[in-house]
């Protein structure tokens, strides 16, 4: 008969089957888990492209911020009282940024489907920055370069005050004309060109029809620009003739301050 030690002894070789299958075991969970996991994030991949949000891999690519947008059920907030009846009716086109600004442009196309003039009235929010120069947005309203370099081209006299005139550095003195008008109660922003009139006096005399014509529609709950309007009507003056030398300072003599 056996002892009892001897009944209870376990040889080395089933020690090692035995832990031969514990490991067989884990591993093969290990790879079982492995294999559900993959299959999971594959379906959240699949899932994400089908949606059309599958984040860029590049971490180094900054995400696009939204800009602007043409906001076509908000209803004009200015217009240009008429001189005749006969006067070619301008586009008018409303542009909304998510950070508050908005943009109110009238354009007057030539017969030529060519840009003859433009104003842009620009109500700021926080998309604005100051850092930029004003004569990049001059120039691109046009269709020209944002760095096309601008010089003085004087001063003319509106119900608005004074406003500054620009022409592309270089050019004829009868070139189109940039005109620009900010206020900072309220923040807003004049701007726009005229190719109108064969000659400079002519096209300072067009800019200053223009601006002493623009009206407010709406204040949009925004009392400081209906004082605004308000008190340039009381300085409202009619349309010069056209070449009328109603304007402060010539481009040789006229003192800017400030960059663009």
Same mark, same amino acid.
């Given at each position: 008969?056996?002892?009892?030690?001897?009944?209870? &002894?376990?040889?080395?070789?089933?020690?090692?089957?035995?832990?031969?299958?514990?490991?067989?075991?884990?591993?093969?969970?290990?790879?079982?888990?492995? *294999?559900?996991? %993959?299959? #999971?994030?594959?379906? *959240?991949?699949?899932?994400? *492209?089908?949606? /059309?949000?599958?984040?860029?891999?590049?971490?180094?690519?900054? *995400?696009?911020?939204?800009?602007?947008?043409?906001?076509?059920?908000?209803?004009?907030?200015?217009?240009?009282?008429?001189?005749?009846?006969?006067?070619?009716?301008?586009?008018?086109?409303?542009?909304?940024?998510?950070?508050?600004?908005?943009?109110?442009?009238?354009?007057?196309?030539?017969?030529?489907?060519?840009?003859?003039?433009?104003?842009?009235?620009?109500?700021?929010?926080?998309?604005?920055?100051?850092?930029?120069?004003?004569?990049?947005?001059?120039?691109?309203?046009?269709?020209? %370069?944002?760095?096309?370099?601008?010089?003085?081209?004087?001063?003319?006299?509106?119900?608005?005050?004074?406003?500054?005139?620009?022409?592309?550095?270089?050019? &004829?003195?009868?070139?189109? #004309?940039?005109?620009?008008?900010?206020?900072?109660?309220?923040?807003?922003?004049?701007? %726009?060109?005229?190719?109108?009139?064969?000659?400079?006096?002519?096209?300072?005399?067009?800019?200053?029809?223009?601006?002493?014509?623009?009206?407010?529609?709406?204040? %949009?709950?925004?009392?400081?620009?209906?004082?605004?309007?308000?008190?340039?009507?009381?300085?409202?003056? /009619?349309?010069?003739?056209?070449?009328?030398?109603?304007?402060?300072?010539?481009?040789?003599?006229?003192? #800017?301050?400030?960059?663009?």
């Amino acid at each position: 008969m056996q002892s009892p030690e001897a009944r209870t &002894a376990v040889s080395p070789t089933q020690i090692h089957l035995t832990l031969a299958a514990f490991a067989d075991e884990v591993v093969g969970t290990v790879a079982r888990l492995f *294999a559900y996991v %993959g299959a #999971l994030l594959l379906f *959240a991949i699949l899932g994400l *492209a089908a949606l /059309g949000q599958l984040p860029s891999l590049r971490d180094d690519e900054p *995400a696009a911020k939204p800009g602007w947008s043409i906001a076509d059920r908000s209803h004009p907030a200015f217009a240009l009282s008429r001189l005749d009846s006969a006067e070619k009716t301008a586009t008018y086109t409303i542009l909304r940024h998510p950070e508050g600004g908005r943009k109110d442009v009238m354009r007057w196309p030539s017969e030529a489907d060519k840009p003859l003039a433009q104003l842009e009235i620009y109500r700021q929010g926080g998309e604005f920055d100051v850092a930029r120069p004003a004569a990049a947005d001059l120039t691109v309203q046009m269709g020209l %370069g944002a760095d096309t370099p601008l010089e003085q081209a004087g001063l003319i006299d509106t119900k608005f005050g004074p406003v500054a005139l620009f022409r592309p550095t270089g050019t &004829a003195k009868a070139a189109c #004309l940039f005109y620009l008008k900010r206020s900072e109660e309220p923040a807003l922003q004049i701007s %726009g060109f005229s190719c109108q009139g064969d000659t400079l006096p002519a096209r300072r005399a067009a800019i200053a029809c223009t601006l002493n014509r623009l009206t407010l529609l709406t204040s %949009g709950n925004e009392p400081k620009l209906a004082e605004l309007f308000a008190r340039a009507e009381l300085k409202r003056r /009619g349309c010069e003739p056209q070449g009328s030398p109603d304007w402060l300072l010539g481009a040789a003599n006229a003192q #800017l301050r400030g960059a663009l």
